[in-house]
């Protein structure tokens, strides 16, 4: 079993910036999929950003593309999510998870390993 922890969340004002970090325990992040995901009050989680196993590809959903940048250290065995420019809309519960098939990174079904969540607040 897979335990993954956030970490990095916090109130920050518009147009700042937070780096939220992801570690994992019993397995590398360079063997599975991650991603980060949000939820917001009332609102479904969504797809944030991932990168893929192995080479480490990277994907963004429109909302933070530009903005956002997910990275993995593998000598840490960490994923990280830069976020700048953060904007009010931004502010959800940020969540990591792993997968262990290939397939979807978007999508949140595909996810086998969820961390607790990190809470990020945007204030306008």
């Known amino acids: 079993q897979v335990q993954l922890v956030e970490s990095g969340g916090g109130l920050v004002q518009a147009g700042g910036s937070l780096r939220l970090s992801c570690t994992a325990s019993?397995?590398?992040?360079?063997?599975?999929?991650t991603g980060w995901f949000r939820q917001a009050p009332g609102k479904e989680r969504e797809f944030v950003a991932a990168?893929?196993?192995?080479?480490?590809?990277?994907f963004y959903a429109d909302s933070g593309q530009g903005r956002f940048t997910i990275s993995r250290d593998n000598a840490k065995n960490t994923v990280y999510l830069q976020m700048n420019s953060l904007k009010p809309e931004d502010t959800a519960v940020y969540y990591c998870?792993?997968?262990?098939?290939?397939?979807?990174?978007?999508?949140?079904?595909?996810?086998?390993?969820w961390g607790q969540g990190t809470q990020v607040t945007v204030s306008s």
């Open positions: 998870a792993s997968k262990v098939l290939y397939g979807s990174v978007t999508n949140v079904a595909r996810y086998n390993y």
């Open positions: 019993e397995r590398t992040f360079s063997t599975l999929d």
């Open positions: 990168i893929t196993r192995s080479i480490g590809s990277t």
